[in-house]
């Protein structure tokens, strides 16, 4: 089964198109376009920040932080965990940055977007607050969510809020980036859920086949 999962992933291609917006090239914001709503009902908005926490308590619940990577030679926290309970402290907050944003500051459903941890850094660490997709972790069978990733860029940084069937969101990792012609898909035939691994005794998020992670939202104070 770890093969199949590795074998999905090398065939998942990156599209990368030269096409830029512009009042000639309109993109026009789907009509069934669903704004994402934080736990109050808020719509999220980009120039906010939120806690990425779980759907449900005790422990199954844990907020989304930026931790230091066991093993990494990496100069910053560059691991994106989540807490073994709810009960602790609070997540890190992050900033969802999407690829229409030249409709407004609200962010969609089965819009492309990367995700920043929106937190007082170095300049030598802030490339270390953009969430990416890592290389293939063979102890693990699945690839690690972490950080370095670039904005806007055609690389492993690309991400996006999908309902769940619960009362929150499912994260997907979609290595598909289209997003000046066509920055909402709702194809998920080349996107990846995200759920936890528990390397190390510490949960971590990474790719998976089942099991992906229920989320919601909660505005940083």
Avoid at 186 to 209: I, T, Y
Wanted: aromatic fraction near 10%; charged fraction near 15%.
């Amino acid at each position: 089964m770890k093969c199949l999962f590795l074998v999905c992933l090398c065939l998942v291609p990156i599209v990368v198109f030269s096409s830029t917006f512009t009042s000639q090239n309109p993109i026009n914001l789907p009509s069934d376009a669903t704004p994402v709503l934080d736990v109050t009902g808020k719509e999220l908005d980009s120039r906010l920040s939120y806690r990425i926490i779980s759907t449900f308590w005790g422990a199954l619940g844990g907020d989304v932080y930026l931790g230091k990577s066991p093993n990494s030679d990496a100069p910053c926290a560059n691991g994106v965990f989540r807490y073994n309970s709810d009960v602790g402290p609070s997540g890190t907050p992050v900033r969802f940055i999407g690829s229409s944003s030249h409709f407004g500051q609200g962010i969609f459903e089965n819009e492309l977007l990367n995700i920043q941890f929106a937190i007082s850094t170095s300049k030598l660490c802030v490339s270390y607050t953009i969430w990416k997709v890592g290389d293939y972790d063979a102890s693990l069978g699945t690839m690690l969510l972490e950080t370095g990733g670039t904005i806007g860029q055609a690389d492993s940084s690309w991400f996006k809020n999908v309902k769940s069937s619960q009362l929150g969101y499912h994260l997907l990792y979609c290595p598909v980036t289209n997003t000046m012609s066509c920055p909402f898909s709702s194809d998920d035939q080349f996107c990846l859920k995200v759920g936890v691994v528990h390397p190390n005794g510490k949960r971590r998020l990474a790719l998976v086949q089942d099991n992906p992670l229920d989320i919601s939202f909660h505005q940083a104070q």
